[in-house]
């Protein structure tokens, strides 16, 4: 991969099928970035947590509204933006799904498998009045395959909200 | 025993595993294991599927044991707390014996 920066953006339909379109294109982006099986499988899973929560929980399932997802290769990271036409939300309001009383809820485990999965997370005001997600991975080093993310899993996730 | 193959993520996944669960429980059917031997892919639609699955069947009188976790189900599992939730075998044998 080269070090110049790469944009890619996308509107996408709220339906469904846009949830496996917008995985599989961001897959293809870190697989040609560099990135080894495990991270790959965090970052379609990141993207794929995204998109749900715009699909439902910020356009509401509504067909007349809109996903934007965009994607940047810096010098050393992949950047992934999803945006939503919500009403927007904040971390503070998301209840935590480790807490006992949310153990058994049917929902609500996207926005923290998406900051366990992700070296940066966060989510801020979109330019649309909704919720726009901002999530990064580092690239792999070139020179170390031991980074290349065939051995992420022993990092603790963190859960703040 | 359910045996359980592919994805189970928004969509269909989901929907089948939620209507094979209630057609199991609406025939008194309300001891299930579920062999997740196949499935590979699991997102936190088919988390919260697997959650529902669990609490209908306890609130019907019965039990949802999950058998041969592959390492990406597992790991999702501890990951979410729910690993310490749910009964979980690696072996048949064994999760068949736990309902008697």
Do not use: W
Request: with cysteine; glycine share 10%; aromatic share 6%.
């Amino acid at each position: 991969m080269g070090t110049d920066p790469k944009h890619l953006e996308i509107t996408l339909e709220t339906q469904v099928e846009s949830v496996n379109l917008a995985e599989e294109m961001c897959l293809r982006v870190a697989e040609a970035a560099g990135f080894g099986e495990d991270d790959c499988y965090k970052i379609g899973m990141s993207v794929r947590e995204g998109v749900i929560n715009a699909f439902h929980y910020g356009n509401q399932e509504r067909p007349e509204k809109k996903i934007h997802l965009a994607v940047d290769l810096t010098g050393d990271k992949m950047i992934i933006h999803v945006l939503d036409e919500g009403a927007g939300f904040t971390l503070a309001s998301v209840p935590d799904p480790l807490a006992e009383e949310n153990l058994l809820s049917t929902s609500g485990r996207g926005i923290f498998l998406m900051r366990a999965f992700m070296d940066e997370f966060d989510v801020v005001p979109g330019r649309t009045g909704g919720a726009e997600i901002v999530m990064a991975k580092k690239l792999p080093l070139q020179d170390d395959p031991g980074t290349n993310g065939k051995g992420g899993q022993d990092h603790s996730p963190h859960q703040g909200a | 025993m359910v045996d359980l193959s592919g994805k189970i993520t928004l969509g269909e996944g989901s929907a089948l595993l939620r209507k094979t669960i209630r057609g199991l429980l609406d025939d008194k059917r309300i001891h299930i294991v579920l062999n997740l031997a196949d499935v590979d892919y699991i997102d936190s639609s088919g988390i919260g599927e697997l959650v529902s699955a669990y609490t209908t069947a306890k609130g019907r009188g019965g039990e949802l044991k999950l058998l041969h976790l592959t390492k990406k189900v597992h790991d999702l599992l501890q990951l979410t707390k729910l690993y310490t939730v749910f009964d979980v075998y690696t072996e048949e044998s064994a999760a068949l014996s736990s309902f008697q």
